[in-house]
C-alpha cells in the first residue's frame, strides 16, 4: 500500500522543480540558465514540502501497539521515498532539465498541447477573476471557513467509528451450538444437516465440519465448519453476503444454533468464541453472576443492530448425581473405588485389550451397550463385584437422583466470568455496537458485577483513545518543522489552514460511500496533513520571496504566488489523486481494508484542493496584518535611548590575568 501510494507522492517535488525550471525556459532563458536560477528559486520550498510531509509519518513509527504494529513498515517504506524523491528533486531533476529541455522556440507542439494549455488558460483567467474578490471581502472568507471548522469537529464526533474492516478472504468459520446434554450421535446428526447447508451454496467449494470434545474444548454439544469460498471473481457475492443468506436456512434446523462469521484479519486477545466480539461479565458471588448474565444477554438480543448474541454460559445441562451409602457399601465389602470403576467400565472409555493384525493393531474398549445408554435408569441396573466375589445391585449401595449443572465453569481473572459475544449486522459500525452495550449493561446489572470489553473491542477502545492524540501530535510535529525551517510562528498556521477542509472534505467521502471511519481511514487523514499543506507552502514561500526582494504588499505578493503557482498546485494534487484513486476503487484482495484510506484521500484533497486556493492567500493577508501589528507595538513598547557624544576613550591600563570580564565591558 505505501507503495502504490509512493508512486502519486514521490513525483510532487520533481513536478515542482521542473514546472519552476520550465517557467524561466519561457522568459527566453537558455536550458542551464533557467535550471540554475530555477534550482535555486524552488530549493528552499522542496525542502519544507518534503520535510514537513515525511514529518507526518514519524508519530505513527514511534507509535505502540495494534497500530504501531500495522503501519511501522508503512511509516517506514513511504518515509524513505519521500526522502529520497526529495534529494532527486533538488540534484537529479536540475540536470536533467538542463539536459533535456529545449527553448521555446525550437519545440513544435500539437494540436492536443495547444487544446490543453487554452484549457489551462481558461482556467487561469477564471481563478485570477475569482481571487480578487476573495481577497477584497475577507470576513465572508473567513466566516465560511469558520462554518467548515465547525463541522468538520462535528463529524469526527458523528460519524460511526470502527477498527479493521471485514476483509474477504474467501473463508467462512463458524461455531455451532446444540441442546446442553445432547448426546454425540443426536449432535452428530444437527452437524451433519448443517453441513448439508453449507455444501448447497454454490459459491462454497470445500468444507470441513467437526462437532464433539476437541482440544481444549471439553463440552459435547459445541461443533465447528470451515468453509472455503470459490475465487472473488467467480462469485456475485461477498463473504458477508454469503453469510446472511445462510442465516435463515440453518436456522429452520431445530436443536441447533449456528455463529457463522467472516474470520478477522487479525485477531487480538481475547478467548475463542462463538461469535467475533466479546463483552465478559465478573463477580465473586456465582450466584448473582449466573442469575444476571441470561437477563443481560436476553436484552442484548433486543438490540437492533446486533446478531448472534450468545454466551458461554452453560448451566443447565442435565446430570446424575450418585451419593454412595458408606456404611451399607462397606457391610457388603464394596468400595467407592470399585463403585467409580464399574461406572467407568460402562460409560467411559476403558480399553481391555489388543488385537493384533498382520497390517494394524485394534483397541477393544468396553463399554454398555448402545440401548442402555441413553437412559439413566440403566444406571440402577449395573453390579459390582464385591470384596468376596458376589455381584451386589449399585441401586442397594447408591442413591440416583436427576438434576442440572455447568458444562464447565469458566474463570478469569481468578473470578468466574461469563462472555456475551455478539456479531454486527450489516451497516452498523463497531462504535455504535460498544456504546448501546455499555449503555444497557449500566442500566441492567448492579454494581457489584465488573465488566469489560476483550479482544478486537478492548484494542478498539483503546485505540479510538490514541487516534486523536496521533493527529494532534502530527499536526503540532508539522506546525515545528514548518516554524523552524521559516523562522516564524505566523506562516506555519497560514500553511496550516486547508487541514480543516481536508478533513471535512474526507469525513463526508467516508459517510458518503457507507464507510466507518476505521483504522485505514484514520491515518489517510494523517496523510492528508501532509499533502494538503503542500499548496500552502508553494503559495506563501513564493509570496515571502517578493514582499522581501521586490517590496511588494502582503495583498499583491500572495495574488501572484497564487497566480504563478497555480499549474504546480494542480499538477501534485492531480498526481496523487491518481496515485490514489486505484486503492479508493478497491480492487484485489484484501480491498476492503485500503479503501476507506484511499476514499478518505482522493475526497479530502479534491474538496481542500478547490477552497484553499481562496482561504490560503486571504489568511496569508490576514497573518501578514497581524504580524505588523504586533510588530508595532513591540516597537513602540521598547525604549530607545538617545544618542550621546562618546566620551573621550581613557588611558588603557593593563588587566590583570585574572580580572573578570563584565557585561558593561561588553
Known amino acids: 500500500m505505501a507503495l502504490t501510494l509512493s508512486v502519486g507522492f514521490v513525483v510532487d517535488d520533481a513536478i515542482v522543480m521542473l514546472e519552476n525550471i520550465h517557467r524561466h525556459i519561457e522568459r527566453g532563458e537558455t536550458p542551464l540558465e533557467a535550471a540554475l ?12 514540502m518534503t520535510i514537513s510531509l515525511a514529518a507526518v509519518f514519524i508519530p505513527i513509527l514511534f507509535m505502540g501497539g495494534v497500530i504501531g504494529r500495522l503501519f511501522r513498515e508503512f511509516a517506514v517504506t513511504i518515509g524513505v521515498s519521500i526522502l529520497v524523491s526529495g534529494f532527486v528533486s533538488l540534484s537529479l531533476t536540475p540536470m536533467l532539465c538542463s539536459r533535456f529541455l529545449k527553448p521555446e522556440r525550437e519545440k513544435k507542439h500539437s494540436r492536443l498541447y495547444e487544446w490543453s494549455e487554452r484549457g489551462f488558460d481558461v482556467m487561469v483567467g477564471f481563478y485570477a477573476r475569482t481571487l480578487g474578490p476573495a481577497l477584497r471581502h475577507p470576513g465572508i472568507v473567513l466566516a465560511g471557513s469558520a462554518l467548515v471548522l465547525v463541522a468538520t469537529g462535528w463529524l469526527f464526533v458523528a460519524i460511526p467509528k470502527g477498527f479493521l474492516p471485514t476483509e474477504d478472504q474467501g473463508l467462512i468459520f463458524g461455531f455451532t451450538e446444540g441442546a446442553q446434554g445432547i448426546g454425540f450421535p443426536a449432535m452428530k446428526e444437527k452437524q451433519q444437516q448443517v453441513a448439508a447447508i453449507l455444501r448447497s451454496d454454490p459459491d462454497v467449494a470445500n468444507l470441513l465440519s467437526s462437532c464433539g470434545p476437541r482440544g481444549n474444548v471439553s463440552v459435547g454439544n459445541s461443533g465447528i465448519v470451515l468453509a472455503q469460498l470459490t475465487p472473488r471473481s467467480e462469485r456475485k457475492r461477498s463473504a458477508d453476503q454469503i453469510i446472511q443468506d445462510l442465516r435463515p436456512k440453518i436456522a429452520k434446523i431445530p436443536g441447533i444454533r449456528a455463529f457463522l462469521q467472516v ?113 439413566a435408569a440403566a444406571i440402577s441396573m449395573l453390579y459390582v463385584r464385591s470384596s468376596s466375589g458376589q455381584l451386589v445391585p449399585l441401586s442397594s449401595l447408591a442413591s440416583i437422583r436427576q438434576n442440572t449443572g455447568p458444562l464447565a465453569v469458566v474463570h478469569q481473572g481468578q473470578l468466574p466470568a461469563v462472555s456475551i459475544s455478539f456479531n454486527l449486522k450489516p451497516g452498523v459500525s463497531l462504535g455504535e455496537a460498544v456504546a448501546a452495550v455499555d449503555k444497557l449493561a449500566r442500566q441492567t446489572l448492579p454494581a457489584t458485577v465488573q465488566t469489560s470489553f476483550q479482544g478486537t473491542v478492548q484494542a478498539f477502545q483503546s485505540s479510538v483513545q490514541g487516534l486523536g492524540l496521533l493527529l494532534i501530535v502530527a499536526i503540532v510535529v508539522i506546525y515545528m518543522v514548518l516554524g523552524i525551517l521559516y523562522e516564524s510562528f505566523i506562516h506555519p498556521i497560514t500553511i496550516l489552514t486547508a487541514l480543516p477542509f481536508a478533513g471535512f472534505g474526507a469525513l463526508v467521502t467516508l459517510m458518503v460511500f457507507g464507510l466507518d471511519l476505521s483504522i485505514y481511514g484514520f491515518v489517510g487523514i494523517i496523510m ?99 504580524q505588523k501589528r504586533l510588530g508595532r507595538r513591540r516597537g513602540r513598547g521598547e525604549k530607545v535611548e538617545p544618542p550621546t557624544r562618546p566620551a573621550p576613550a581613557p588611558e588603557q591600563e593593563p588587566v590583570p590575568a585574572a580580572a573578570t570580564l563584565r557585561m558593561s565591558d561588553v
Open 37 to 48: 536560477r530555477g534550482s535555486k528559486e524552488i530549493g528552499f520550498t522542496i525542502l519544507s
Open 263 to 375: 474470520p478477522p484479519p487479525i485477531r487480538l486477545g481475547g478467548s475463542l468464541t462463538k461469535s467475533q466480539y466479546q463483552y465478559t461479565l465478573q463477580d465473586s458471588d456465582t450466584a448473582e453472576l449466573y442469575r444476571i448474565a441470561p437477563i443481560l444477554e436476553q436484552k442484548m438480543r433486543g438490540v437492533p443492530g446486533l446478531q448472534d448474541v450468545t454466551s458461554d454460559l452453560q448451566n443447565q445441562n442435565p446430570q446424575v448425581a450418585i451419593d454412595i451409602n458408606r456404611d451399607r457399601a462397606a457391610a457388603l465389602g464394596v468400595s467407592s473405588q470399585q463403585i467409580e470403576d464399574a461406572l467407568y467400565t460402562a460409560y467411559g472409555t476403558r480399553q481391555i485389550s489388543t488385537i493384533y493384525a498382520p497390517n494394524n493393531e485394534y483397541q477393544v474398549i468396553m463399554e454398555l451397550a448402545p440401548e442402555f445408554q441413553g437412559s
Open 528 to 626: 492528508l496533513v501532509g499533502l494538503v499543506k503542500k499548496n500552502g507552502i508553494m503559495m506563501v514561500d513564493f509570496a515571502i520571496e517578493a514582499q522581501k526582494n521586490e517590496s511588494m504588499s502582503a495583498s499583491k505578493a500572495i495574488y501572484e504566488a497564487c497566480l504563478v503557482r497555480f499549474r504546480p498546485i494542480m499538477m501534485t494534487t492531480m498526481a496523487a489523486l491518481m496515485g490514489t484513486i486505484p486503492i479508493a476503487l478497491g480492487a484485489g484482495a484484501g480491498a476492503e481494508s485500503r479503501r476507506p484510506l484511499g476514499l478518505a484521500v482522493v475526497g479530502g484533497l479534491l474538496f481542500s484542493q478547490t477552497l484553499t486556493l481562496y482561504v490560503t492567500p486571504v489568511f496569508y493577508i490576514v497573518m501578514d496584518g497581524l
